[in-house]
């Protein structure tokens, strides 16, 4: 894409399927012929033109509104013309090709191959053009599309906050902080024969806390953000029989697996997507963890298993009717230890003691969640504690929209400032190597916003885009 990126480019910029509106939109440099081929008539800019579209004899191909932006006043920074027809995809289809023709048909009368190059847009191509021309930055633009894929309300909110700059402006912070860190570093470096002694007569060591404090703070944000953007996923396990499908049902308040009470009824992996305040937690139901000599059984078993490995927590369901039965206590204590050795210390593991009403007068134990995934009760209970195994904490208002690269971002950020921090309470006060570990966090810090980024990155990340974005 980047070695092309001085073409002009033509796309869909709706959602494919019929609609009542369609969009196609352009951006390059030096459209206004196009345009004026498109429409029969120069366009007045930023205003909408009802008129018709022109094919290459002069007759309509649909009648709709043109509207023109002429660089730098647009958002890819280029001309821009869109065309919002009735939404047919032929009717789309029709005027992107028409569109392509007229370029040829202009340079060929021009005898200059100024559109020549029109092509269809790569996903994402129009955003990505955007922030090469400085009207976005790099996670303004990752937001665009976290905007269109937003599953929840509270994610939405949190990617138009991104997009509106919230999150670039935290970050922009934090880079001032670390230029004006630097910019004293490095006089203290370029005059090691002044007696003044820069670094504390600034109370840099004061400057480096303070900028720790703020970067505490919107790591705090972004991992809220990115959990978000991400969510987390549970995986329900557990003995056949212990009520998995029925909690998924309950967490879900829909009948989304078959429940019945036949052991090993579940042999494939059911999974949902929940909302809990805003949070999309991913749900899992899985075969019921047992020795089997049913092929089919088996197979389901080892996709649970599979599922639990990469699972960001994990609802081990206990059956309370079967608390008193050695044979079942035994069967929990391998699937117990088999968990622990599967799963890294660092994936939590939730004891759920299900069926709480046909054994009301069972005690549960003291450890985990006792509930009744047939009448709800505990269920709530249970909707809380995902919500703190996720990290959530419960002020989605002041959130914005993150993703897993800036939170690594911001991690690396926070190593950099500390090893900054122990060379200047060091003794020695080894400043070359505190500038670099200055110079180190910024990098970091402008990985974010695209300040610094390698072209890969950036083509992984605008590929992700949907086309005509």
């Known amino acids: 894409m980047l070695s092309h990126a001085a073409d002009p480019i033509v796309a869909i910029a709706t959602a494919p399927g019929r609609g009542a509106v369609g969009i196609v939109r352009l951006s390059g440099r030096d459209l206004a012929p196009i345009s004026r081929v498109l429409c029969g008539r120069a366009l007045k800019p930023r205003e909408a033109s009802y008129l018709p579209f022109l094919d290459a004899a002069g007759r309509p191909i649909d009648r709709g509104l043109a509207i023109w932006f002429p660089a730098p006043h647009s958002f890819t920074g280029e001309d821009v013309l869109e065309l919002q027809a009735h939404g047919g995809a032929v009717v789309l289809q029709l005027l992107v090709a028409r569109c392509l023709e007229a370029a040829a048909e202009i340079d060929a009368a021009s005898g200059t191959p100024r559109l020549a190059h029109l092509r269809v847009a790569a996903p994402g191509e129009f955003s ?104 987390i996923r549970v995986v329900i396990a557990g003995q056949p029989n212990a009520g998995k499908s029925s909690l998924l049902n309950a967490l879900a308040g829909a009948e989304l697996a078959i429940v019945s009470t036949v052991a090993g009824t579940t042999r494939d992996v059911v999974a949902q997507t929940l909302q809990i305040e805003g949070v999309p937690i991913h749900v899992a139901d899985t075969a ?152 180190l966090a910024q990098n970091a810090l402008n990985e974010i916003t695209g300040e610094f980024a390698a072209d890969d990155l950036l083509g992984v990340i605008f590929s992700r885009f949907c086309i005509g974005k």
């Open 128 to 231: 990505q053009r955007a922030f090469q021309n400085g009207k976005i930055d790099l996670a303004q633009a990752e937001a665009i599309a976290d905007l269109i894929d937003a599953s929840t309300e509270a994610a939405a909110r949190g990617a138009s906050r991104s997009l509106s700059g919230d999150f670039s402006r935290e970050v922009g912070v934090l880079r001032e902080a670390l230029i004006h860190l630097r910019m004293l570093v490095e006089a203290t470096l370029d005059f090691p024969e002044e007696e003044i002694d820069f670094l504390r007569k600034a109370d840099a060591a004061g400057q480096l806390a303070a900028l720790e404090r703020q970067l505490a703070t919107v790591q705090g944000r972004a991992r809220q953000g990115a959990l978000l953007r991400e969510g």
């Open 288 to 439: 019921g963890l047992r020795l089997s000599h049913d092929e089919v059984e088996r197979i389901g078993i080892a996709r649970a298993w599979s599922h639990i490995e990469g699972a960001d927590a994990v609802l081990f369901l206990h059956d309370l009717t079967r608390a008193g039965n050695a044979d079942y206590r035994a069967a929990d204590a391998d699937i117990a230890r088999t968990l622990a050795a599967r799963l890294p210390r660092s994936v939590p593991v939730l004891d759920i003691w299900n069926k709480r009403d046909a054994a009301p007068d069972t005690p549960p134990p003291r450890h985990g969640i006792a509930l009744s995934a047939r009448t709800g009760e505990g269920i709530e209970q249970l909707r809380r504690r995902l919500l703190e195994l996720a990290g959530w904490q419960a002020v989605p208002e002041g959130v914005y929209l993150a993703r897993a690269r800036h939170v690594d971002a911001l991690a690396r950020v926070r190593e950099h400032v500390e090893r900054a921090e122990a060379h200047l309470a060091s003794r020695a006060q080894a400043l070359d190597l505190l500038a670099e570990e200055l110079r």
